[in-house]
């Protein structure tokens, strides 16, 4: 069994695997691509926009927002002329703009404010006029909370 440190992938050890040599030269020249595109777009639209193909002059991109897409349709002559001044992108006559939006939005963890005094006043004034003696012990509990 091979080691571990053996075991791991390496741009040499693609020497004999043509078709994932083939795979990484194409990522390459898309990530390339990808920055010349970017590069050409107005920064306020950079962020969450990606290059998504570029075949028979039809350029297409998608964005995260469809707002964000609209504006980038908007300004598509803007950016295509920019785009024609690199060469690999010098046939580019069409734009299209997808809406992908984001797999998924990472929550802020629920921050818990502190009970204001005026509400814990209030939790025991309701406490009082409660006939139940659990409700009454849980909303005293509650009132206890109080910030400083």
Same mark, same amino acid.
């Given at each position: 069994?091979?080691?571990?440190?053996?075991?791991?992938?390496?741009?040499?050890?693609?020497?004999?695997?043509?078709?994932?040599?083939?795979?990484? !030269?194409?990522?390459? !020249?898309?990530?390339?691509?990808?920055?010349?595109?970017?590069?050409?777009?107005?920064?306020?639209?950079?962020?969450?926009?990606?290059?998504?193909?570029?075949?028979?002059?039809?350029?297409?991109?998608? !964005?995260?927002?469809?707002?964000?897409?609209?504006?980038?349709?908007?300004?598509?002559?803007?950016?295509?002329?920019?785009?024609?001044?690199?060469?690999?992108?010098?046939?580019?006559?069409?734009?299209?703009?997808?809406?992908?939006?984001?797999?998924?939005?990472?929550?802020?963890?629920?921050?818990?404010?502190?009970?204001?005094?005026?509400?814990?006043?209030?939790?025991?004034?309701?406490?009082?006029?409660?006939?139940?003696?659990?409700?009454?012990?849980?909303?005293?509990?509650? !009132?206890?909370?109080?910030?400083?």
């Amino acid at each position: 069994m091979k080691r571990k440190s053996e075991q791991k992938i390496t741009f040499d050890s693609l020497r004999g695997a043509p078709v994932l040599r083939e795979l990484v !030269a194409k990522a390459h !020249a898309h990530r390339q691509a990808e920055e010349q595109v970017l590069a050409s777009l107005p920064p306020a639209l950079v962020a969450g926009t990606r290059f998504v193909s570029c075949l028979d002059g039809e350029l297409t991109l998608s !964005a995260e927002s469809a707002g964000k897409a609209s504006q980038i349709r908007f300004r598509q002559h803007e950016i295509m002329e920019k785009l024609r001044e690199n060469e690999l992108f010098r046939f580019v006559w069409k734009l299209k703009v997808k809406v992908a939006p984001p797999r998924f939005n990472e929550k802020p963890p629920a921050k818990k404010i502190p009970l204001s005094k005026e509400n814990a006043r209030l939790l025991k004034e309701e406490a009082g006029h409660t006939k139940d003696q659990k409700l009454r012990e849980v909303l005293e509990k509650l !009132a206890s909370h109080v910030r400083d």
